[in-house]
């Protein structure tokens, strides 16, 4: 008995010592999750577009903003938290210049919580909950205006060997210019009344610098199905010379009762692609073409076809489209982050899929010039900010009559990140 009672008293007066250090350790790993493996981000941009009509009007809007974003490190490398603020506002913005997608309809500012996530990890496997980012594919940010689009999802990420995957329930989406999340069927264009999320999945293996390939499918019910898939293969023939081979098929289709246009409605859409990359120049040529039953539809993201350009995607109704193009990066001649591409792209052929009457042969040019303030000369503060020009000409032609749109784009970005003290 009294042996047994001393037990009792050594084994409470460990624990009593023993609590503190418990208590530290605990202090230890909330500081960590919270502040030192934690990263605050601002990112600052500024977005001038200015666009030409054939006839009035134009649209033009020089909108500020940015994000501001905190993501804290793991918990006990399990848990980890975000949230991402956004806002774009007026700098110059006439109210009959409406259209750029810049700001909301009426050339109004917002603000919006675009991300507030919780994310849970187990070694590769990771399952994040709520407002986040999604690029997969189809569903994308397609971050080319003020705010890039964002979704509310719960969805599981990881690695399975060489295969990455993603899969899950896409609940709503904020578009580039929403302050507000909307349903995936009413962002299809679904008739008001008619609410659904989506089922999506995706798959990717491998890298650019050998052999990538990539599967996509999303499910929105009684709305719209889309699978996507693409392979690209690189060859290295050389010293610093290299060809580039790629192809993509995207099928898609109304499913269910067909609430989106009250009728059942497929299209497809396949496309070609090589790259000749010689050092710090590179040429390529381009071949796409869109099923003749309907345009391709892409509600959730940027058009990811080979012919998307500044001003047209070219995946209208049985549209077919070339596309000559060239890039170099001036490294090469000592202007470490100065890049210039310019492309043409030719498409014709495009229909009405309700009527069969024949749509405008369209030619666009694209310039893009981009600048990281990257060289040695410059101090480390000012080495974030990235400068970019965009230049579009879109003729159209119908029936010998020729109509023109241009395009300017000035954008800034400079974004600073603020780590833990312990980073």
């Known amino acids: 008995m009294r042996f047994s009672l001393a037990v009792a008293l050594s084994a409470l007066v460990q624990s009593a010592f023993a609590l503190p ?9 909330l500081k960590r999750f919270v502040h030192d493996d934690a990263v605050a981000t601002i990112h600052v941009r500024s977005y001038f577009l200015d666009r030409t009509n054939p006839q009035p009007p134009n649209n033009a809007a020089w909108a500020g903003g940015g994000w501001v974003g ?59 909950g ?67 999320g989506m089922w999506l999945g995706s798959v990717k293996y491998g890298s650019l610098d050998d052999l990538r390939l990539r599967a996509s499918t999303y499910h929105v019910p009684d709305i719209l199905t889309s699978s996507y898939g693409d392979a690209v293969w690189t060859i290295p023939m050389f010293k610093e010379f290299k060809v580039q081979v790629g192809s993509n098929v995207m099928v898609q289709g109304s499913n269910g009762l067909n609430l989106l246009t009250g009728n059942a409605f497929s299209t497809w859409s396949a496309g070609g692609k090589a790259d000749i990359v010689w050092g710090s120049a590179g040429l390529s040529a381009t071949y796409t073409q869109t099923g003749s039953a309907a345009a391709y539809r892409t509600p959730y993201g940027q058009w990811i076809g ?32 100065l890049f210039f591409a310019a492309s043409g792209t030719f498409g014709s052929g495009a229909i ?72």
């Not at 905190?70 to 006990?76: I, N």
């Not at 956004?86 to 810049?102: C, F, I, V």
């Not at 489209?321 to 470490?336: K, M």
């Open 306 to 337: 080979y012919t998307a350009q500044i001003i047209r995607d070219f995946d209208r109704a049985n549209e077919r489209a070339f596309q000559v193009g060239a890039a170099y990066n001036f490294t090469g001649l000592n202007l470490p982050g």
């Open 352 to 423: 009405n899929s309700t009527t069969g009457a024949r749509l405008s042969d369209n030619t666009e040019y694209d310039l893009d010039l981009l600048y990281q303030f990257r060289a040695n000369i410059f101090p480390d503060w000012l080495k974030p900010l990235q400068l970019r020009a965009r230049a579009a000409y879109l003729d159209q032609t119908l029936n010998g009559a020729t109509t023109t749109i241009t395009e300017y784009r000035l954008i800034m970005n400079y974004e600073v990140k603020f780590p833990g003290f312990s980073r």
């Open 70 to 128: 905190y993501e804290s490190g793991w918990l006990l490398n399990t848990l980890q938290i975000g949230a991402v603020g956004y806002t774009s506002q007026p700098l110059w913005a006439p109210p009959g210049t409406d259209g750029t997608l810049l700001l909301k309809p009426g050339q109004y500012g917002f603000f919006v919580l675009g991300q507030a996530y919780g994310s849970l990890k187990a070694g590769e496997q990771m399952f994040t």
């Open 130 to 196: 709520y407002r986040q980012l999604i690029d997969e594919l189809e569903v994308n940010p397609h971050d080319n205006r003020m705010v890039p689009n964002t979704f509310e999802a719960y969805a599981l990420r990881g690695k399975l060997g060489e295969v990455r995957y993603f899969t899950g329930y896409v609940a709503s989406m904020k578009p580039r210019d929403y302050s507000t999340f909307i349903n995936m069927a009413e962002r299809a264009g679904a008739p008001n009344n008619v609410t659904s």
């Open 21 to 29: 250090a418990l208590a530290q350790d605990v202090g230890a790993e």
